[in-house]
């Protein structure tokens, strides 16, 4: 990990944990996906492809079968270049991006030259949405109520195309399935002990009521 966040007391995080909240998981995301998926790596190398076809097939009837090897080392270079830049864009976001699960929130720190930190309450997570490639899978969380984030702030960790109401993301994780068990059971806890703490508040200012009640009526 680079030197650039050593500023930080805990790694991916941008201070110190409160008493009680512990660190249940963390990790990034897949470079080789990142790239391939959020990136643009597949449509380059698609697009490509068939630009080659195209030509190759035109030069057969042209009878100019000659001109295929330049034309074949041209679209590999075209690539090559575009796929490669996207590959070096995508390596760094992955390697300056730290998802992190705790008892009571996620954090996630991204961002390379300007780095973002956002902190989401498992109280404003409506759901968790996973989503399987192949080795890999992509954790969404969608947020509740009027909470809301910029699509272009979180990007490439959002989920595609939901810009209207964006979902921010845990990417192209490796056992991905257990990750979203370990998030949805720290939920279930969570919020679980939410509700008792306030049914226990709720419980203790009615009787504090009824007392001071009870004392008026005395006097």
Known sequence: M??????????GLPEDLPLGEEILWQGNPNRF????????????SIYVFLAMLIHIYQG????????????IFFYF??????????????????KSSIYTITNKRVVMRIGVALPIT???????????DLKSYRRTGSIAL???GSNKISYANCWP????????????????????????QILRSAMENELAFGRMSKKNANLNENVENLMSQGNTSVV
């Open 2 to 11: 680079s030197d650039d966040f050593n500023f930080e007391p805990i790694l």
């Open 33 to 44: 996906r990142l790239a391939w998926n959020s990136f643009g790596v597949m449509w380059i």
């Open 60 to 71: 057969f009837l042209s009878s100019s079968s000659e001109l295929l090897l330049p034309i």
């Open 77 to 94: 270079l075209i690539w090559s270049l575009t796929s490669g830049l996207m590959a070096f864009l995508a390596n760094l976001q992955g």
């Open 118 to 128: 956002f902190n989401i309450p498992f109280t404003q997570i409506s759901s968790v």
């Open 142 to 144: 969608s947020l509740s």
């Open 157 to 180: 960790h959002v989920r595609p195309w939901h810009f209207s109401k964006p979902a921010p993301s845990l990417l192209f994780l490796e056992n991905a399935e257990e990750i979203s």
